[in-house]
């Protein structure tokens, strides 16, 4: 049934609908470190880009199974940013920003310059072997995705990087071991990127190094900011909006980037804090159900 | 060959100071990370190379004119998108930001064009000079100067002038300042135009160093400016001087010895190991956490 469902979709819708999906992913990503954890991520794409590259070389090398490779691409993306995070997340604030923007600048370069990536021209990725088609996987790893975030979120985990993005000194006086969580919080996030960069080579089908740069860590960061940060609703929208606003801009053909830029800076002017920030979903969803929701009603998610 | 090195090294690393500057004093004013600051070097680039090609202005003037119109520019973008978000999220003034960038890079490629414009040759006549066993163009020596007199010039106008007073006071403390009867908006509206005059100052060497004027320059040498302002501790003036020169140097030494394809990254890991050694930068204050 999916399938005739996918079926009747034209083609460039579905890859409208394609590229929502990955923004979604990537922008969940970004959400667990720099909405929950509070640190300022400006190279995201450098993840994207490992876990892009990571799973055209699985597929193209070994060609085992195209879920495994997902999954595999996510877990060395994670590794790598486990190994880069150890060091830097010690720093704070505008530091780990852009010691985050110079490592995704070393990484395009080094990607550039590699024997394996085949440098500068790029690789072509082959379309995976799957009973189900593409757009559905990116569907159900979505779906997934957003689960899972709604899972840490309310988790053990989520509560200690709420407390260290809300007060690191007093999360610190509570016992949490700020180093740990940070790089822990660093690794998911970077296992998504990882997962959507994936999805991402083997969907296009071709993917380059030039193509991970500091522009794409930017459109995943105005993702979640205007949406609404560290809420899984307004990164759902605000990834669905800035992907598919190009598209529907496409109408002004040279104006568009123009316009995307204006449109930035005026929705930041009247919502700062985002489409969906100050909202809580929860809250309203058991309201309208009639459950009372014990103590204060009051969200306390966006700030 | 050591000498020509360094000295293409200083003249290079003298713009990526100029641009630094704005940055580094915007952030010690608002904490804004201003990710339109590389733009405004774009387009003072372009101001300028307007001024020589069509009204055939001389250089001198028309880096004047462009500064001019930089100043007001920055003025201008303070007040529209930064200013209603003051008290905000300082990451939505930070999106702001990257939307100003966006709008006035895709403004700059509908008026100007995809291609890179070179200025004429008539700009500036360079000719060679011999430095004991290195040829330094007259042209370097142009760009050590202007950025040395302009960082002598800022470096007055901070320490020795009233409005430098108070630019210094509302780094300091912003509420402080406001109430000891500073004008705290006209400071950062001074702020943005001093900044945004260095950068376009900046745009106009760079446009004649590298005879290459486009859309998309900013970017680059605006994160580079950034990694060079945090590398001298941002919020320090003498650390964005030191920061841009040391990391202009240091590329022209990385290409020079061989690693001309990783150009881009060289400033980018010296970034990075420097404050993996120091996390504050090379002159950065220690920022005291308070419980």
């Known amino acids: ?303 | 060959m050591f000498l020509q090195q360094l000295i293409n090294g200083i003249a290079l690393g003298s713009t990526y100071a100029l641009i630094a500057l704005g940055y580094t004093m915007v952030y010690g004013i608002i904490t804004l990370i201003n990710f339109a600051h590389g733009e405004i070097f774009m387009v003072g680039a372009f101001v300028g190379l307007l001024m020589v090609g069509y009204f055939k202005m001389n250089l001198f003037l028309a880096m004047a004119c462009s500064m001019i119109f930089c100043m007001i520019m920055g003025v201008l973008i303070e007040f529209i998108a930064y200013r209603p978000l003051r008290k905000s999220s300082r990451l939505s003034a930070l999106i702001s930001a990257i939307g100003v960038s966006i709008f006035l890079s895709s403004l700059a490629m509908m008026v100007f064009g995809a291609n890179a414009k070179g200025f004429p040759d008539s700009a500036f006549e360079s000719t060679q000079l011999h430095i004991g066993n290195a040829d330094v163009s007259t042209l370097q020596l142009l760009i050590i100067g202007v950025s040395a007199v302009l960082m002598i010039a800022l470096e007055y106008i901070v320490q020795w002038t009233k409005i430098g007073k108070a630019m210094r006071a509302t780094s300091e403390d912003y509420n402080t300042a406001a109430l000891m009867g500073i004008n705290v908006n006209y400071v950062i509206s001074f702020t943005f135009a001093l900044g945004s005059a260095l950068a376009a100052a900046g745009g106009v060497l760079v446009g004649v160093l590298f005879n290459s004027v486009s859309f998309n320059m900013g970017l680059m040498a605006g994160l580079k400016a950034f990694a060079a302002a945090v590398l001298g501790g941002i919020g320090s003036i003498p650390g964005a001087m030191l920061g841009g020169l040391l990391l202009g140097v240091a590329e022209v030494f990385g290409v020079a010895i061989g690693y001309s394809s990783y150009r881009d990254a060289i400033a980018f890991a010296i970034l990075v190991l420097v404050l993996l050694v120091r996390p504050t930068g090379l002159l950065g204050k220690k920022i005291q956490k308070k419980v």
């Open chain 1, 1 to 303: 049934m999916l399938h005739s469902l996918v079926n009747s979709i034209d083609p460039y819708t579905m890859q409208i609908l394609v590229n929502i999906g990955i923004g979604i992913i990537l922008a969940l990503g970004l959400n667990i470190i720099t909405g929950l954890t509070g640190q300022l991520s400006l190279g995201h794409a450098a993840f994207m880009s490992v876990g892009a590259f990571a799973g055209a070389l699985l597929t193209i090398k070994t060609g085992m199974p195209f879920y495994l490779t997902i999954l595999l691409s996510g877990l060395i993306t994670a590794v790598v940013a486990a190994a880069i995070g150890w060091p830097i997340l010690r720093l704070t604030g505008d530091y780990l920003a852009i010691c985050t923007l110079g490592f995704a600048e070393i990484v395009k370069v080094v990607f550039l310059n590699l024997e394996v990536t085949n440098k500068a021209l790029g690789l072509t990725v082959p379309t995976p072997d799957t009973s189900i088609s593409m757009p559905v996987i990116v569907l159900i790893v979505v779906i997934l995705v957003i689960i899972f975030s709604a899972f840490i979120e309310k988790s053990r985990f989520g509560r200690a990087l709420k407390a260290i993005r809300d007060d690191e000194i007093a999360a610190e006086s509570m016992g949490i071991n700020i180093a740990r969580y940070k790089v822990q919080s660093f690794a998911v996030s970077a296992f998504m990127a990882g997962i959507g960069g994936c999805l991402y080579a083997h969907f296009l089908g071709y993917i380059n190094p030039s193509d991970f740069g500091f522009l794409k860590s930017i459109d995943m960061l105005s993702m979640i900011v205007l949406g609404g940060l560290g809420s899984i609703p307004g990164a759902v929208f605000g990834a669905s909006l800035l992907s598919a606003a190009p598209e529907f801009l496409r109408f002004m053909s040279q104006y568009r980037m123009l316009v995307y830029g204006a449109l930035l800076v005026f929705l930041m002017v009247f919502r700062p804090n985002g489409m969906m920030g100050g909202i809580d979903f929860s809250a309203l969803v058991k309201k309208k159900l009639g459950i009372k929701k014990r103590g204060a009603a009051r969200n306390q998610e966006g700030h």
